[in-house]
């Protein structure tokens, strides 16, 4: 895609596709196309913004991926920013078919990113505020040292993954409001909560001690919020991690629909544009590699079409139980993917739409090892729907939560695993403790499951401990 020709057809070809999705209903922002080199795309893929910090873990994931594409075991085409604009990255290897494809799929990305409510609070000016904090690090690298910086850096990636997305709301009304309704008000209103406490067992004793006061999932936060030891670069550091998961975080819970969505419209898209014979080919080649089963892992491109094509479909031509049981009139399966689209995740796109008869269309089978083999263990539908919810519930990480802040009394930190069936890594928690303590500047201890038996991790900064309780 290098001569000024190749770019004049491209730059038609992309108004040709704009128009066709905008006339089928696609609603997204501006977009910023650019063509480059492998070595930035794949650059991009592994920081996953073109602007984010430098970190060795970036490098790492870099080689792998440049690797697999330099022995052909795998290709990046595109690479799509959710921002307001879009920025999409086009590799310069890619056909002229290739790239319609890609700007189609790139399309729906951006609609979905627009309109799904899961993204309603992205902050969308991501590209300039991972720019200023990479400066902002590069600063704190040359005023405290580069090793210091990034072994900071490494305690607070070791357990970015526990955040809370979206939290409760707790500016509730408060005991006071709730206890002096009808009540008048006077400057000594709030002793009536305390009053009504002390009747109620002395509430206003150990509960409210707690610290926290409830179990807090947002590790990250409670740290930020609550570490002695911590100086104002390294909170820095550690709120800038923060954000950039709570950015990233409904990418990766809406995965399987968001590359079904896109991969559904690239599909309807290019059926409806002009293609001579040869373009035809290499676009169903493309089409058929990129939905592609595989026996190890689910593909989210090809489960996520086949269940937007699924509701269209029932939603259009609903069986005889269907416009009886759920009053579905028919020729309504656009309107419903639509809300679907703006309305699920991947747990309840799920759990409301894949069906028994896609679960055996599609050959879906829960498996794990068994001795020394791989075997099938589950091909029971429900069962089988139930084990991909499972292993998407908090985008597949375990749930820790802060359960003590002063944990002996002594300003230790107690965390506990919410143990639902799935054990922990013990060398990960072995190597993640450390890396917490210095985070927190204390002991700190994690309570979980192994074996059936409850288990307490503990690392004191010298030492790790292991004691059933």
Same mark, same amino acid.
């Given at each position: ?31 910023? !196309? ?39 075991? %795998? ?19 890619? %056909? ?60 607070? $990636?070791? $357990? ?10 707790? =500016? ?42 409830? #179990? ?5 936060? !409670?740290? $930020?919020? =609550? ?11 550690? %709120? ?54 595989? @026996?190890? @892992? $689910?593909? #989210? ?6 269940? !937007? ?19 579905? #009139? ?20 799920? @759990? ?37 919810? %499972?292993?998407?519930? =908090? ?38 403790? #450390? ?21 307490? !991790? ?12």
């Amino acid at each position: 895609m290098g001569s000024k020709e190749d770019l004049y057809l491209l730059e038609k070809a992309l108004e040709k596709i704009t128009d066709k999705a905008r006339e089928l209903g696609l609603d997204f922002y501006d977009i910023y !196309f650019e063509i480059c080199p492998a070595e930035i795309i794949y650059t991009f893929g592994a920081y996953g913004m073109p602007t984010r910090f430098s970190h060795w873990i970036f490098g790492k994931a870099y080689h792998k991926m440049k690797t697999e594409y330099d022995y052909n075991l %795998s290709r990046i085409y595109e690479l799509v920013i959710n921002s307001n604009p879009c920025y999409a990255f086009l590799l310069d290897g890619n %056909s002229l078919i290739q790239n319609k494809l890609v700007m189609a799929h790139v399309l729906a990305h951006c609609d979905f990113f627009k309109n799904n409510i899961y993204f309603k609070n992205t902050f969308r000016n991501m590209v300039e505020s991972m720019a200023a904090a990479a400066d902002r690090f590069r600063s704190y690298e040359f005023k405290y040292g580069r090793e210091k910086v990034e072994s900071f850096i490494d305690a607070a $990636i070791a $357990i970015q993954e526990h955040v809370e997305p979206r939290p409760l709301n707790k =500016n509730k009304k408060n005991d006071a409001e709730k206890v002096n309704a009808g009540k008048p008000d006077t400057p000594y209103s709030d002793l009536w909560a305390l009053d009504e406490k002390d009747q109620d067992g002395g509430s206003t004793g150990n509960k409210a001690k707690m610290f926290p006061p409830e #179990p807090e999932k947002d590790v990250m936060l !409670f740290i $930020i919020q =609550n570490s002695k030891e911590l100086e104002d670069w390294q909170r820095d550091i550690m %709120s800038v991690i923060r954000q950039e998961m709570l950015y990233f975080w409904p990418q990766m819970e809406t995965k399987i629909m968001n590359e079904g969505w896109a991969t559904y419209w690239h599909l309807r898209i290019m059926r409806e544009i002009d293609l001579d014979e040869s373009e035809a080919i290499e676009f169903a080649k493309m089409h058929s590699g990129i939905i592609q089963p595989s @026996r190890r @892992r $689910i593909n #989210p491109y090809n489960l996520g079409l086949n269940i !937007f094509e699924d509701i269209e479909r029932r939603w259009d031509n609903p069986g005889r139980e269907e416009k009886e049981k759920y009053g579905r #009139p028919g020729g309504e399966g656009k309107q419903k993917i639509f809300e679907v689209r703006a309305t699920e995740n991947d747990i309840s796109f799920l @759990r409301n739409y894949l069906t028994r008869e896609l679960v055996e269309k599609l050959d879906l089978y829960l498996y794990k090892k068994v001795g020394f083999e791989w075997k099938i263990v589950e091909k029971n539908w429900e069962k089988v729907r139930d084990g991909l919810v %499972s292993n998407l519930t =908090n985008c597949g990480y375990p749930y820790i939560v802060v359960q003590d802040g002063d944990f002996n009394k002594r300003g230790e930190l107690y965390l506990k695993h919410n143990y639902e069936g799935t054990e922990l890594d013990v060398f990960y928690v072995e190597k993640t403790l #450390p890396h917490v303590y210095t985070l927190w500047g204390r002991p700190v201890h994690l309570e979980t499951v192994l074996n059936n038996k409850a288990v307490l !991790f503990s690392y004191n900064g010298e030492k790790a401990e292991k004691k059933y309780l």
